[in-house]
């Protein structure tokens, strides 16, 4: 399963939030089995509406995603020694391969010197660099790469 070959089923949602004096703001996007990437951010700041965004992937994009999931071993990992979620917010991240299917949930990480002094820093760092390698759908460009990138895998397909 390393390799991101032929593992069926695949989805991953992430979220990450709080809940403060703008309300309700976050960052959520998902894949969908049917290659349908979808993103929302929503941010009352300085009256900010929320930016809701759908494409859907070619099918070696989608595939190189489950290759990510797949090599970082994230699906190995326990996230009972995490921090739990706290007023500074939360973190989530759903993901389904194959037959297997699981949910971590969290603490914001603010930086790795969070992940370090964590009761489970091995676990919790594999967490965080597998966000971080999807997080450039956070910002509008990030998810114009994508678009781009996807453009680009689609001619060689």
Wanted: glycine content about 8%; aromatic content about 12%.
């Amino acid at each position: 399963m390393a390799d991101g070959e032929d593992i069926g089923e695949f989805y991953l949602r992430y979220y990450v939030g709080h809940k403060g004096k703008f309300g309700h703001e976050f960052l959520e996007f998902e894949f969908r089995p049917d290659g349908k990437l979808r993103y929302a951010n929503n941010s009352n700041y300085k009256n900010d509406t929320m930016i809701r965004k759908e494409i859907f992937l070619t099918q070696a994009a989608l595939k190189e995603c489950r290759r990510i999931v797949a090599e970082s071993e994230i699906m190995k990992e326990d996230d009972n020694s995490w921090p739990e979620p706290d007023r500074v917010g939360r973190q989530e991240l759903e993901i389904v391969m194959g037959n297997e299917h699981i949910s971590f949930t969290t603490s914001k990480i603010g930086s790795l010197m969070d992940v370090q002094t964590s009761k489970d820093p091995e676990g919790l760092r594999i967490f965080y660099y597998l966000v971080q390698v999807f997080l450039p759908v956070q910002s509008f460009e990030g998810f114009l790469l994508i678009y781009e990138l996807n453009s680009v895998v689609r001619h060689l397909d």
